[in-house]
């Protein structure tokens, strides 16, 4: 944690481009006052807006790209034409060691795509999660697998439960994790066969956080748990949910206040409030999601972002490198495996 | 439509018993005039009840019942030591034609395991299946199934999709319904084995809805189609996320404005426009899983409900009996098996 870390950004990523992602590593470096940064991309639209930011500046080398990944491209088409990307060339700082992460807010498919063709998964996990912080009464938690894979087995549930567990310990400052497997219900008996074979692995093994048992969808923002594990499918469902009601009663709440003097006014009272309110439930708070289980550290950001989201995504980066994530995540999927084969044997 | 349906009532279900159900029998009354009762349950408690309701005691038959079944009971327990109790009677009282539909606000394992018992699947339906409705920033949708299956095929998804359509040219009165696949991503490639090949059903038969494609998480609150076909896995998780984010929010919002003074007065100005606010987001407008796909209707409402949201699942209950939902989805379900058959012959 001592030694400074360096986050390599892919500068033209998302809808902004620059214009989001510059001010927002300046952001980070405020809460990150060690951090030095790789920043890829177009260097006549970085540079003016690098030279707002002279902090930043000093700490950051820019290195030209002509070319970007654009974000309604085929994963598989951007794959083939990455090469001297700022999204790849970003990935490959990190490959090559000169980077602890990277952070990008492009095409997710291609990001993807490519952190798992350079990055490669780390030497003894199946298969990558993509995990989230979410907000709940509680405080937070972290959810994954949210989308990366579809199917999965209960083994991958259960390095997923570590993959979470470390990221708990290391991001929530929680000494034992409490981990929940999402199912239908919280009967033994009930929910698809890999999720209850997780749930016996999990019951059994020893690992950096504590199983507690399963979890319904309203046990997320209810807080019951630190780390809600489930498949690619239920859990990129839960999340997109999850968002789809955040936008509608926003949405019908800012319809109904404006709908009458009296409810402006009382708003305008409130003001302080409301702020608050938005504060806590803004989902540019809680962007960021994290590519766990690679050799390197990546985090996307929403492409949509302005430049405190692109923050939020790049704090998770720069915290989790510097409480080396992928060492701790490394020796304690080992010492998982371990336990496997003496499980098997 | 012109003839009066009757509703079965297990009116000591839920944790208020008849202190909800018998007060929302008679809202439901007053937005459809023509209805009859059959209430069973514990006539102690019951006609004191019915006595403040003269209009609803006048088209209501109690059938008093000793026995009722506990929330907190195991489902099989609970259909062993069924028989003579409220919840049972009210759905014999369907499967004897006494009856066009039963609510009950009691164990919903039970409800589910006896409804089947007596009620059984429709002659060509292979799984029965839970919906429910869901505000939406165009108005309402239908999801199903919300947790009756956690396995599917695709030919279940299919039948779904024909449940689910019935129920929103019925209960939405919209002429032809539009119908996705709730899935992880909008192309073609993504998803499980299951609701791929549904997709590839969908797009080619002939039935009451119109496939509009794969919808994700987001779509439900959107609004992107009026019927979202699901597994009861990702269904039920998608629901109760969906409950927990609406809690969540809910009880944020109170916080943060009763925190300061300011707010509170800003929130007496706003009085009227919260309330209409409120009445929009509150889950009791919504409350009511239909069980989909038995010989007769059986409405689950929440245990918790008090007497406005028992009238809900009670009015979706009369709605669907008075548009002969039972018959026009058998005969719907009928020409989709013909078209089966004429696919593999």
């Known amino acids: 944690m001592a030694d400074s870390k360096t986050i390599a950004i892919d500068a033209m990523g998302g809808d902004h481009g620059p214009e989001s992602t510059i001010p927002g590593a300046a952001l980070c470096l405020k809460d990150h006052p060690k951090l030095k940064f790789m920043i890829y991309g177009d260097e006549a639209r970085i540079n003016p807006l690098l030279n707002k930011h002279p902090d930043l500046k000093k700490v950051s080398i820019v290195h030209h790209t002509e070319k970007q990944i654009r974000s309604d491209e085929k994963p598989s088409a951007a794959l083939r034409a990455s090469k001297g990307s700022s999204m790849r060339m ?5 490959q090559e060691g000169h980077a602890d992460a990277i952070v990008s807010a492009g095409n997710t498919g291609a990001l993807m795509a490519l952190a798992k063709m350079v990055l490669k998964s780390s030497a003894d996990i199946r ?24 199917l999965v087995d209960a083994e991958n549930l259960v390095q997923f439960a570590v993959l979470g567990s470390v990221f708990a310990k290391v991001h929530f400052d929680v000494a034992v994790p409490t981990v929940g497997l999402l199912n239908v219900g919280s009967e033994e008996m009930k929910g698809p066969d890999h999720v209850r074979a997780a749930a016996a692995i999990l019951s059994e093994v020893d690992f950096p956080g504590h199983y507690s048992g399963f979890v319904e969808g309203d046990d997320i923002t209810k807080g ?14 839960a999340l997109k949910t999850a968002e789809g009601v955040g936008s509608l009663t926003g949405k019908m709440f800012k ?4 709908s009458d003097p009296l409810a402006i006014l009382g708003s305008l009272l409130a003001f302080f409030a409301l702020k608050r309110f938005k504060n806590y439930v803004d989902p540019r708070r809680y962007n960021g999601g994290v590519f766990l289980g690679l050799n390197g550290l990546c985090v996307k950001s929403h492409g949509g972002c302005d430049a405190v989201a692109f923050s939020s995504a790049m704090k998770l980066a720069a915290n989790l490198a510097e409480h080396a994530y992928i060492e ?3 020796r304690d999927i080992n010492h998982l495996m371990e336990q496997e084969e003496s499980f098997l044997s």
Chains 1, 2 share one sequence.
Do not use: H, Q, W
Request: net charge neutral; charged share 15%; proline share 4%.
């Open 328 to 330: 701790t995540v490394a």
């Open 255 to 258: 319809k109904y206040m404006t």
């Open 224 to 237: 019951t748990v630190d780390v809600i594990v489930s498949d690619g499918y239920a859990g990129n469902i």
């Open 127 to 150: 298969r990558p999660a993509i995990a989230s912080i979410f907000p709940t009464l509680r405080g937070r938690a972290i959810m994954l697998d949210l989308g990366a894979n579809v």
């Open 90 to 94: 970003a990935i490959e700082a990190v």
